[in-house]
């Protein structure tokens, strides 16, 4: 009898060790999903139209939570999802680059010099000046103005308009690959922009 009991105790602890185990992996799937989809999710760059600061085939993880709780700020780096006029163009795929207009802003391009209202905005990420004219322009209500850090080399707002607050997935956070460039990335510190009336 306590051979037979024995033997009953070591079978269910054999099937507990299996069920505790899909019951793991099960969970891990679950909340690697539920972070991807609604805290946080790796990206593969695949362009230089962010150099110098981000580099074709780099790796990023994007915050997916922040703009929750604030609004994007000049200077972050955002992935966003297509607008109107790119899905209609055939994009498909999200987009990495700089914000740098907020709703409201005259933003405006000229002499090799980005002006949000009239004042110049000192950047020292980009890759060269800009050699286009372009605006000026005011960036509507929910939405943002967003140029490449490679001006001229850039697919962005100076083509295509403007990204609704709706179509931004979140904030480049940091770089996990290459490992000789980790790092996070810090917004830049501006020069006062004046207000506009």
């Known amino acids: 009898m306590s051979t037979i009991s024995h033997q009953k105790t070591e079978s269910s602890r054999s099937e507990n060790v299996w069920l505790e185990g899909i019951k793991t992996v099960g969970l891990s799937l679950i909340l690697a999903l539920g972070m991807r989809t609604f805290v946080a999710e790796a990206r593969y760059v695949p362009s230089g139209s962010m150099e110098p600061t981000i580099q074709p085939d780099d790796r990023l993880i994007i915050d997916k939570v922040s703009y929750d709780f604030s609004s994007p700020h000049r200077g972050d780096i955002i992935v966003f999802n297509p607008t109107k006029t790119l899905q209609q163009e055939n994009y498909h795929d999200a987009f990495l680059k700089r914000v740098i207009g907020l709703p409201g802003e005259k933003v405006e391009v000229k002499n090799g010099q980005v002006y949000v209202n009239d004042s ?31 001006r001229n080399n850039s697919f962005d707002s100076h083509y295509w ?25 810090n917004t830049p510190t501006y020069n006062s922009i004046s207000t506009k009336n």
């Open 120 to 150: 110049p905005l000192k950047e020292k990420y980009i890759e060269a000046k800009p050699d286009y004219q372009w605006g000026p322009v005011i960036v509507p209500a929910n939405s943002y103005l967003v140029l490449g850090d490679n």
């Open 161 to 185: 308009g403007f990204v609704p607050r709706q179509n931004i997935v979140g904030k480049a956070l940091f770089r996990f690959f290459p490992f000789n460039s980790i790092g996070v990335f």
